[in-house]
């Protein structure tokens, strides 16, 4: 009885051996690294552009009202942004630039097809090589009839997971630019250190909040202005630096 | 009647030189505030927001006139009772000390109304010092710091409010402040009815604030059941103005259990005036 036991527990690790090795090593049938180059190409076409955006934030822990702002961005990685009010931005994918989203040295692998929001998509795993960044794995969707992505998916070290979502319009200037993008992420509570005052003001529904949130930033993209040539000055300017 | 001896009440106040400890006390302490927090105050910003940082790019000033009266008020409002015990003190055991109470109470007018005129000129002063603190708070800071969106900061969640949503905050806050302020001088006027030297009354009041505010501080069973009853805990009850949404019941109840402690100490203190023995 036993002996039956063994060699049945032999042949479901020798299944799983075999299975393991042809996934790792089975041909895949698009070329990972030709399909983000794609997107790379097509946005290198970009090399600068002024946006208007609007920014509305939904996290359960912070309040803060609706803020526009102006984006410049110039390639590589460029960026600078101005508002008149306040503006709070979240740090990730704001100018959705592949190059800075597809940074370093990285091991691509393609994962499968996937639809997101009817449109047909191409999945890639990133993985990124060195210790340099945060990014753990990022995962993206790509629409490679338009060589655009359509959602990213990211572990970073150590905030966690983010999605950020990507939807797409013709600018005037017939570039396919992002009219709106939804930056979703995962976030422990935050504890903030006390205050000046050497105090903290009590939280009427700090039990209310959830250790663990999902916390959600809407940006809209209008009034694209593509390839007017920005100084590089712009992006050298004092509000550039604001933290 | 009642305006002139309100009248003459500011004016005995105002004579006297303590009065304006309070006035230069807050004046030099704001702009000891501002000018440390024009140098320092943008590394304990980013120290007080690190962990938002970590996530969101901020853009545009945080460090603007209106957070720097915040932490103004935080700071002060602890500390302003003193001053306010200093004059409230005084206005009853003073005319002891100085033998005017019976030249004071055989002119033509009831012990109420000389109560009453002292009680309302103590409240006057407790409300100029509260709008002095207003008007160097802001101005010094609209000056230096300019203004902004508001950031709060509470122990888990943060409140961004906008620069256009802010200035009313402030009004009702300084309000609610002279409120809390204003039972600190029916304290000190209470005591002041009771002795007939000013330095009584005025370490009495600190005495009482200092030990109602250290065991309200205290986590204990004991202290927690009782902590409600004390008026130094709605002292500070303006800061629900700067929550979104405001909890209006609470700030309500706050209101009137201060609004209590002044009718009742200011109904104690007449009681007590009106059958008290002049004997200087």
Redesign the interface.
Known sequence: MQMISMRKLKFVLLSLMIFITMSEFSPQSKDPDEILDGVKEAFKKIEDYEVDIHVKIDVD?????DSE?KLYFKQPNKIH???K???????QG?DFSPLGLISGKYTALYEREDTIRDIPTSVVKIIPLGNDGDIILSTFWIDQTRNLIIRVESTKK??GTFTIDFTYEKSDDHYELPSQMEFT?S?D?????R???G????????NK?SNSTTGKVYITYTNYKVNQGLPDELFETE?NK?? | MMTELIKIELYKIFKKWRTYIGFIAIGLLVAIIQTAMYFEGQKSLDFMTRNLQDSFLFVGNLLNGFFISYLILNMLTVHIPFLIALVAGDLLAGESTAGTYRILLTRPVSRLQVLSSKFIAGSIYTFSLILWLAIVSLGIGAILFGYGELIVIKSSTVIIFDRNDVLWRFLLAYGFAALGMSVVCSLAFFFSSLVENAIGPIVATMAVIIVFVIVSAINIDVFSSIKPYLFTNYILSWRLIFSDPINTSKLLNAMLILLGHIVLLYGVTAFIFKRKDILS
């Open positions: 822990f912070l309040k803060v009202p702002a942004v101005e508002s009010k306040f503006a709070l931005l979240p740090r704001l150590p905030t992420f976030v509570r935050m504890m903030f250190p205050g000046m005052d105090q903290l003001d009590d939280d009427d529904d700090s909040i509000s604001t933290k």
